[in-house]
C-alpha cells in the first residue's frame, strides 16, 4: 500500500483549524525546525535552529524593538518640551507662525508644519497653505482632533508644496482662530506618523500650539 504524500497546504490547513495543537502535543516542537531568516547561510538560505532558539531570537528581537521605541519617544519628548519654550517665548504672531513653518520642520525631521486656512488674506500674510473650507470640512471632525496618517482626502492638503510627504498627521484648530475651520499639519517624507507613534506627544505640542495661536489677534 502506498502511502500519499500530505502537501504543505493540507498541514496549514490543519494547524489553521487546530490552534491548541502544539499546546496538546508539546514534544513535538523538539522534533521541528525553524528558519532563521536575519542570519541566512553563504548560500542565501536561511539557518535552520530548533524552536527553544526561535523562541529566544523573537524575544530578543521584541526587546530590541521596545528600547528603540522608548528611545525614539525620549528623544521626541526631548525636542518637543524645548520647542514649546520657545513656542511660550514668542511675542508675536508673525514670530510664531515664521518658527513653526521655517524652522520646526527641521528639529523632528519633517517635510512640512503648516497651518491650513480657508482665509486668503491671512494665508497670504503669513504665509500659510489655503485651502477651500470645503477640503478643511472633510477632516476637521471636531476641534483639537488629532489624526495620525489620516488618508480620506489629505493629498488636496499637501498637493502643490513641492514637499514629498507619505505620512502625515492633521490637528483641528480652534474654529474661530481665522474666522473659519483650520488644521494644524504635520507632513513627513517616511513612516514617521504611522501606526500612532509618538501620538501623545504630537498632541501635546499641537494643543501648546492652538493656546499660543489664540493669544494673538489677526487681521482678516
Known sequence: MLKRKIKNEQVIDFLEKNPNFFIENPNILEKINFPLYKNKSENG??????????IIENLKNKQKNIIENARYNFITQKKIHESIIIIIKKKNATELLSFLIDLLPKTFELEVINIVSSNKKICDNFNLIFRESNIIDEIYGTESQLIMDATENYGDIFNGLNKKVYSNAIFSLAEDLFGSKSLL???SSDKHFIDNKAYDLIFFLANIVKEKLGSFSYDR
Open 45 to 54: 538560505d536561511p539557518n535552520v535552529i530548533t524552536f527553544k532558539d526561535w
Open 185 to 187: 499639519v504635520f507632513g
